[in-house]
């Protein structure tokens, strides 16, 4: 009979277990890896879901002033300023008196106000933070400009083509950017395909002029 191991050689056949270092690290390397690769996806996935918001609220911003045209067709004239002169970062600098609304306005004095209104929305100011002296907006849409245009019918005043342009600078480069020798408001920034436009168009009626 063969003589029975020693616990020596017992513990000396054992097999150990466990991980070495570089297998921990290699690892580690690999986790680093996904965990940046999820971190860049939410980054993305912000960025595009900042560039629908703010597309959306041109849209909607859009649509507002058209509601305001349609409400006051007798000022529509007043509305128009052309693609020289956008709205957009407090271009506008004080209220216009009276305010239209404790107070009775005409035409023009209700275009006037519309068109303060409608500057505060699209720069966000119903929304501020306070950095030293500085106030901030923080809604409304980044670096807006805004223009309307109105083109009357023949042997019309009141009624006719009102297009609303708003350009907006977006987060990244896009190929919907404003085209070069396109509609532009105010400065072209052509070269900088960050610019988003937006250009809504629809026709006003003046019924007196009917």
Same mark, same amino acid.
Request: with cysteine; charged share 20%.
């Given at each position: 009979?063969?003589?029975?191991?020693?616990?020596?050689?017992?513990?000396?056949?054992?097999? *150990?277990?466990?991980?070495?270092?570089? =297998?921990?690290?290699?690892?580690? %390397?690999?986790?680093?890896?996904?965990?940046?690769?999820?971190? &860049?996806?939410?980054?993305?996935?912000?960025? #595009? *879901?900042?560039?629908?918001?703010?597309?959306?609220?041109?849209?909607?911003?859009? $649509?507002?002033?058209?509601?305001?045209?349609?409400?006051?067709?007798?000022?529509?004239?007043? #509305?128009?300023?052309?693609?020289?002169?956008?709205?957009?970062?407090?271009?506008?600098?004080?209220?216009?008196?009276? $305010?239209?609304?404790?107070?009775?306005?005409?035409?023009?004095?209700?275009?006037?106000? $519309?068109?303060?209104?409608? =500057?505060?929305?699209?720069?966000?100011?119903?929304?501020?933070?306070?950095? &030293?002296?500085?106030?901030? /907006?923080?809604?409304?849409?980044?670096?807006?400009?805004?223009?309307?245009?109105?083109?009357? $019918?023949? &042997?019309?005043?009141?009624?006719?083509?009102?297009?609303? %342009?708003?350009?907006? *600078? &977006?987060?990244?480069?896009?190929?919907?950017? %404003?085209?070069? /020798?396109?509609?532009?408001?105010?400065?072209?920034?052509?070269?900088?395909?960050?610019?988003?436009?937006?250009?809504?168009?629809? #026709?006003?009626?003046?019924?007196?002029?009917?």
């Amino acid at each position: 009979m063969l003589p029975a191991p020693s616990k020596a050689c017992s513990l000396g056949g054992r097999r *150990q277990s466990g991980f070495t270092l570089i =297998e921990v690290m290699i690892s580690a %390397v690999i986790l680093s890896i996904g965990v940046l690769g999820i971190a &860049g996806v939410l980054m993305m996935s912000k960025v #595009y *879901q900042h560039e629908s918001i703010q597309r959306t609220l041109a849209v909607e911003l859009a $649509d507002g002033i058209f509601e305001r045209i349609r409400r006051n067709p007798a000022g529509v004239t007043g #509305y128009d300023t052309g693609l020289q002169a956008p709205l957009g970062n407090a271009s506008i600098a004080d209220e216009p008196d009276p $305010d239209c609304r404790g107070t009775s306005c005409d035409a023009t004095q209700l275009a006037s106000h $519309d068109l303060w209104d409608w =500057e505060q929305l699209l720069d966000g100011a119903s929304a501020t933070v306070t950095e &030293g002296e500085e106030t901030i /907006n923080t809604v409304g849409l980044r670096n807006v400009r805004a223009c309307i245009d109105f083109t009357a $019918d023949a &042997g019309r005043v009141n009624t006719g083509i009102v297009d609303v %342009v708003i350009q907006w *600078q &977006g987060l990244k480069e896009t190929s919907d950017a %404003v085209a070069a /020798n396109g509609v532009v408001c105010g400065e072209a920034g052509d070269e900088d395909a960050t610019w988003r436009q937006l250009i809504v168009s629809s #026709y006003v009626i003046d019924e007196t002029e009917l």
